[in-house]
Nanobody, 123 residues
Framework: QVQLVESGGGLVQAGGSLRLSCAAS????????MGWFRQAPGKEREFVAA????????YYADSVKGRFTISRDNAKGTLYLQMNSLKPEDTAVYYC????????????????WGQGTQVTVSS
């Protein structure tokens, strides 16, 4: 069982930046592909970004390409999401996710989920 704990959410003005973190309990963090999802009020949860085990391959939703960057530090067992040029439509609860490969994450069906962290972007 992989336990995931997100942090770094908060309130920011449009155009600002935030960095989310996701700490994993599993010692073999480096064996898991990781990803981020978000869910805005009244909307379905959507894929944001994913990263392969070693970090060589990354994947992004079109809505965040060029603004968000996913990265990982396997030595620290931590996943990151750097969010720049934030827009009010980025307001959502952001969830960390993990699976054995990127594909289940990219299609929205990862095995493990975090509890989420709120990001609010004011206009």
């Amino acid at each position: 069982q992989v336990q995931l704990v997100e942090s770094g959410g908060g309130l920011v003005q449009a155009g600002g930046s935030l960095r989310l973190s996701c700490a994993a309990s599993e010692r073999t963090f480096r064996n898991y592909a990781m990803g981020w999802f978000r869910q805005a009020p009244g909307k379905e949860r959507e894929f944001v970004a994913a990263i392969s085990w070693g970090g060589a391959n990354t994947y992004y939703a079109d809505s965040v390409k060029g603004r968000f960057t996913i990265s990982r530090d396997n030595a620290k067992g931590t996943l990151y999401l750097q969010m720049n040029s934030l827009k009010p439509e980025d307001t959502a609860v952001y969830y960390c996710a993990a699976d054995g490969s990127p594909e289940p994450i990219r299609v929205g069906a990862p095995r493990y989920w975090g509890q989420g962290t709120q990001v609010t972007v004011s206009s």
